[in-house]
Every structure is written in structure tokens, then in C-alpha cells.
């Protein structure tokens, strides 16, 4: 985006019809976005953007671009955290041309100032899609890393047992993750029985049985039995298919089973009250 | 060169590896404990490795044979303190101390050999 200057008699044109574009634009946009922001918030913005615009095209200073592509880059930001489309938001920018068009129409002496005014919003319009897609990756990264963290708690079922509960899809990174956990837990509470159960992960394969052996060993080594538990049906069947071997690692089929033995190798017993 | 110390309480040997370990003190240590189990007759063998932040391959593999040598002199092996980092990078190297136990701290794996536990 480079200067737009030479929009001297637009400006000064535009400037006269002040009332009159934004109110048109303001019309326009408002019922783009279907009302989800009030007709007055949507003016107020438009007020500052138009000055700026009318700042651009007249070259009064070399600030006014910056400010008004940090002031666009905002708004989209904004809107793409409060989940409106990309076609509300540009449509924010490119509704202006109309706006404008509507009035210069009759007047035939602006409309090559009008070509350069209709590619400066071009430019503007596309900065904001820009804009909004990086501003909706970076809520999508911060997501995914939030999930990461919710998703593996380490709970205490008794004294000298805890329990990971995994749900959703075991890649490298949550195994790395859930290894981490747990084995700190198992430092921090001295406990020496823990149950992995997997009745949330939807598909066991190759790849997340090799993450579970790995973690199930690396709890062996600081010297804490590991059990793993919540296997349903299907995915006994596809573990046998596949030919993975648990070897000596003991399964259960619920939560209360891996409970129940982890109680008896601790040498507890539950009796009837 | 630093030696590691072997401590003989009743009839257990205590290791704890507090120094950085290098090869030569690691064959040392082998051929230490080796005539210590042979002199005393001791049944059990604690090593602790709290201390020991990084381990690679060779430590591994030492561990192991920490454990075979003790099984000749008929002694267990228990090796305790094993940081969560630790444990992580033996498992990605594929090692699983196979023939060792393992204990959370020095007092379960003494409770481990007194057959207590």
C-alpha cells in the first residue's frame, strides 16, 4: 500500500458531504451486520475511520496511513474475536465505495480521483481480511493450547493411587504431556499405583499404543505400577487385529476394575461397611 | 577421579550417586560393588540416583548391569529416586532397566527388599 495522494478535490468534496457519506455508510454496514452491534456504535467508528481517510487522500501529514491502518487492524481484530464473518468485516470497508459512489456519481470531473479513491479501499478491504484471518489463527492456536492443558488432569482416587483420565485423540505432543504429569504426580504424592484409562480416546492404533507402553515404562522405572483401563470392545478387537502386544501391562475394562486391583497390590482391602 | 561411596546397612548396600558421572567411575563402581557383594554377602542393592540429572545410553546400560552382576552374588536390585526427566529420556531411548526394580524413594525400596511392601 503505497501513498494515495493526488485525491485533493475528492477530499475537499468528501469533506463537504461529510453527514451524508457516513450516514450512508453507516446504513450500509449496519445492515451487513444484521444489527449485532447498534447503528451508533457503528457510526462512532466510521466518524473516526472517514477523518483519517479524509487525512490520507489529502496528504496533510505522513502519520495519518499508519494510524489508519492500526485503527483498521483493530477492528478486525475485534470482530474476529466477537465471530463475525470475514465478509461482515470487510464489508465494513468496501461498503464506503458505494457510500461514495452513490454521490459522485453526477459528478463526472471526480471520477478519475474516484479510481484511485475505489483502489485505496481495495487495499484497506483486503488488509482487513488479512487482518482478521491471522487474528482468528492466533484465537485457534491459544485454543488448542488451552485444550492441551484441560485435557489432562491427574486425579487422586486413594491414598497411594492416582488416575489419568484421557479423552479426545493421543498425539506425540499430549503423550509427552500426560508422561509429564503423571509421573510428577507420582513424585509429588509418593503414590505408588496409577491408572491410565482411555475410555475417552476414540481410536486406539499402532502409534498411540506405543505412547501408552512408553508411559506406562517410564512410571515403571520410578518404581510405580501402572494399569491400563476403559478399553470398550471395538478397540480390543483393533488392538488384536493390529498385533500390539501390551505384554505384562495390566488391563481393565473399567475404571472400577483398575481401582479394585490397585487397591489389592496395595495391600488394601474393601469390605463391606 | 570420584568414587562412589557403597554404605553397607544390615544386609543392604546403599549407593547414592551424587557426582557426575563419568565412564570411569562408572566401571569403578561396578568393580566396587562386585567385591563388596562378594565380601559381605549382602542380599540387597539400593542405588539412588536423585542426584542424577542426565543420563544417556551408557548410564543405562550400567544400571542394568549393576543388576545382572547382584543377581550372580543372588542380590537384588532396587534403583530409586528416578527423576520424571529421567525416566522419560531412559524410556525414549528404549530402555526399561529390565531384571532392575524400582522404587519411589530410598524407604520404599528398603521396605521393597525386606519384602515389607
Known sequence: MDSYGGQGRMAAYLRDHHDKVVGRWAELVAAGVRSRISSDEVRHELEDFYALLLRV????????????????DELSRSRARNGFTPRETALGVFSVKEAVYELVADAVELAPEYLTFAQMIDDLGLRTIETYSAAREQIIADQSVAMLELST?????????IAVPLVGT?????????????????VSTGAEQ?????TGVPTVDTEVAQHLLKTVN???????????????PQVAQTIVALGIEFGDIATKATLADALALALRNAGLKVVPA | MDRVPIVKIGRTLFVSIQIDLEDESVVRLQEDLADELAATGATGVIIDITAVEIVD?????????????SRLFDAETVIVGMRP????????LGLSLHGVRTALNAEKG????????
Open chain 2, 57 to 69: 545410553s551408557f548410564i543405562g546400560r550400567m544400571l542394568t548391569m549393576i543388576g545382572s552382576i
Open chain 1, 153 to 161: 488432569p491427574v486425579v487422586r482416587l486413594w491414598e497411594g493411587v
Open chain 1, 218 to 232: 517410564a512410571a515403571r522405572l520410578l518404581g510405580a505400577h501402572c494399569t491400563i483401563s476403559g478399553i470398550r
Open chain 1, 57 to 72: 487522500m489529502a496528504q496533510e501529514d505522513e502519520h495519518a496511513m499508519g494510524e489508519l491502518r492500526a485503527a483498521l
Open chain 2, 85 to 92: 526427566a529421567v525416566a522419560i529420556t531412559l524410556t525414549e
Open chain 2, 110 to 117: 528398603l521396605a521393597l527388599l525386606n519384602g515389607t511392601d
Open chain 1, 170 to 186: 493421543l498425539d506425540s505432543a499430549r503423550t509427552q504431556l500426560v508422561m509429564e504429569k503423571l509421573l510428577e504426580a507420582l
Open chain 1, 194 to 198: 496409577a491408572v491410565l484409562d482411555i
